[in-house]
């Protein structure tokens, strides 16, 4: 998912070292190679336990193939959440923090057994574990209420605290000179996706019983 230099440009700042320090999970320098381990093993856990309530990887699907023709960003245009946080999907891709630290000494034990003995992350219990645990982990500022909004992105992309946020990215057709292929098209495209946003929001929010955004990178 992330790594000692990624986890510094993650935006908002929602990743406490001192917390990490105190289960063992960093060091004087910085988050152990562990951390970033289960952080990864979580983050796959989450990502599987929100396609089994939503079906996210099939309207990921379902988007690659829209008579629209979505094109997905390419990859030297993708941000570090596309890069590091997609697990596998073409167009969605988490937005929200995984911050492990903030789990308990025992339910931690029990994240790192699963992982050291290989357990699946959709291993049941691993999957109970998520569920549990996953508005803790992924709220965007430990210390703060539920609403309170926070500034994900510097161009004003926002949700609630207690949301778990994701993005949905995708591309222009351009041509050789670097312009819109098909400007109408293009606006179709856009308004399409906007029209989606909130029904999306809605739907996600009550298949998972909580609260989802979705951030639209275009």
Wanted: proline fraction near 4%.
């Amino acid at each position: 998912m992330f790594d000692k230099k990624t986890i510094s440009m993650f935006e908002p700042e929602s990743f406490d070292e001192k917390m990490a320090f105190e289960l063992g999970l960093a060091d004087s320098n910085g988050f152990t190679d562990e951390y970033f381990k289960l952080q990864t093993y979580y983050a796959n856990a989450l990502m599987l336990y929100v396609d089994g309530k939503t079906g996210l990887s099939g309207l990921d699907a379902a988007l690659s193939q829209s008579e629209l023709h979505f094109i997905p960003s390419e990859e030297d245009e993708r941000t570090i959440y596309q890069l590091n946080c997609a697990f596998g999907l073409r167009y969605f891709f988490l937005r929200s923090p995984i911050c492990i630290e903030r789990l308990d000494r025992e339910t931690l034990e029990q994240l790192k057994k699963a992982m050291a003995g290989e357990v699946a992350p959709n291993d049941p219990a691993v999957q109970e574990l998520v569920e549990q645990t996953c508005h803790m982990v992924t709220r965007a500022m430990s210390d703060k209420a539920d609403q309170t909004v926070i500034i994900y992105e510097r161009d004003g992309k926002q949700a609630p605290n207690g949301a778990l946020v994701f993005g949905l990215a995708t591309s222009p057709a351009y041509d050789k000179e670097g312009n819109f292929t098909d400007p109408d098209h293009e606006e179709e495209k856009d308004r399409f996706l906007e029209y989606l946003i909130p029904d999306l929001e809605n739907d996600l929010s009550r298949k998972l019983g909580a609260e989802v955004s979705v951030f639209l990178y275009t």
